[in-house]
């Protein structure tokens, strides 16, 4: 196509493959936010997803409030957890499990 003008025809068949593309971009987009909210929580009251270190309430029948929603609501939760970010559990914290005196020693 280096030289010339490309034809109606080719310039079409360009436009189709970049769009295409921007569909298949968009869909690809929308798939990995989906994974992404999948595993989280979102409190049933507001529809809001809490923020790391906000506690959520769990209610019979799986319902589940944030900390806002839950004083608007009589009702006790049957149990509460804070919310963690994604990195939660995956990571390692190093202590020291020597004995005493070589701890000692070495310090
Ligand atoms: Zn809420």
């Given amino acids: ?7 109606a025809a080719e310039y079409l068949d360009m436009l189709r493959s970049l769009q295409s593309s921007d569909v298949l971009e968009r869909q690809l987009l ?13 409190c049933d009251g507001c529809h809001r ?10 209610y ?3 319902r ?5 929603c839950r004083g608007e609501r009589r009702e006790q939760p049957v149990g509460s957890r804070v919310v963690h970010g994604g990195e939660h559990g995956t990571t390692v914290r ?4 020597r004995p005493e ?7």
């Fill in 101 to 107: 005196r070589r701890r000692r020693r070495a310090a």
């Fill in 94 to 97: 190093i202590t020291d499990q």
């Fill in 60 to 62: 019979e029948g799986g």
């Fill in 64 to 68: 589940k409030l944030c900390e806002l």
């Fill in 49 to 58: 997803t809490p923020l790391l270190g906000e506690r959520i309430h769990h």
């Fill in 30 to 42: 929308r798939r990995s936010v989906m994974a992404l909210s999948e595993g989280r929580d979102s």
């Fill in 1 to 7: 196509m280096k030289g010339r003008t490309p034809s």
